[in-house]
């Protein structure tokens, strides 16, 4: 079956646009997942959703990150006024449930902020 | 695609050697540990897991040891192949949350 989906696969913006990324997750898994990997590290949890409603979104680096995910199935990861900073791949993930289920993730999107 | 890692620590071993990559965790009450395997340009890729009542799961070619009393997780590979280079992170979830907090990865490197 397919897997969890990213699309674009590259994204090139300029310093202060706004981005869009998309996440097309398992059909029939309720939690998603977005997490942020910088070269060099380990992937970084961003928020999580089950069903339609953000669980937590502590991983949020600031107000300018917001992600939705309205029918609880496709989500879309909002970044504003686009600092070089957030130059990073962004992941998600998704999983049957919440705790202890394994997360299946996606290629990711490739941020470049010039 | 983008590499993954190139400041990571690295492991290089002859294929049909086995392989042992280990990890540090942080968080005692972490309950869940995973092992990913990340390709270039591609997203973390489950392997094995275990739970914090266990000290040893075996899977296909691959061991989990997990010992609590040192925070220490390992990954054995046996007979490393060629596809399993890779940059390989380990990850562990706390209190049953469903957040992972990822370690940093150790870069595998498999001579033919």
């Known amino acids: 079956g397919a897997g969890v989906s990213q699309t674009p696969s590259n994204k090139v913006t300029e310093k202060g646009k706004y981005v869009e990324l998309r996440c097309d997750p398992i059909?029939?898994?309720?939690?998603l997942y977005w997490y942020r990997q910088s070269l060099g590290q380990g992937p970084e949890f961003l928020i999580y959703?089950?069903?339609?409603?953000?669980?937590?979104d502590s991983g949020l680096p600031n107000d300018r990150f917001f992600a939705v995910r309205p029918e609880g199935s496709v989500s879309t990861l909002k970044i504003q006024r686009t600092e070089r900073g957030d130059s990073a791949v962004y992941l998600c993930?998704?999983?049957?449930?919440?705790?202890?289920?394994?997360?299946?993730f996606g290629p990711g999107t490739r941020l470049t902020v010039t | 695609g983008e590499s993954v890692g190139l400041h990571l620590p690295t492991l290089s071993v002859q294929e049909g050697d086995n392989s042992i990559i280990n990890c540090a965790y942080s968080?005692?009450?972490?309950?869940?540990f995973i092992w990913y395997k990340q390709e270039s340009g591609k997203g973390p890729q489950f392997i094995i897991d275990?739970?914090?009542?266990?000290d040893k799961r075996q899977g296909q070619r691959v061991t989990v040891l997990l010992n609590k009393t040192v925070k220490h997780l390992s990954l054995q590979i046996a007979a490393t192949q060629p596809g399993d280079s890779a940059v390989y992170f380990c990850?562990?979830?706390?209190?049953?949350?469903?957040?992972?907090?990822f370690g940093s990865g150790t870069r595998l490197l498999v001579r033919p």
């Open positions: 990850a562990e979830n706390a209190d049953s949350s469903y957040k992972l907090i």
């Open positions: 993930a998704s999983s049957f449930g919440g705790a202890s289920y394994e997360q299946y």
């Open positions: 968080n005692s009450a972490s309950d869940y």
């Open positions: 959703f089950q069903g339609t409603g953000a669980a937590d």
């Open positions: 059909s029939g898994h309720t939690a």
């Open positions: 275990i739970r914090s009542n266990m």
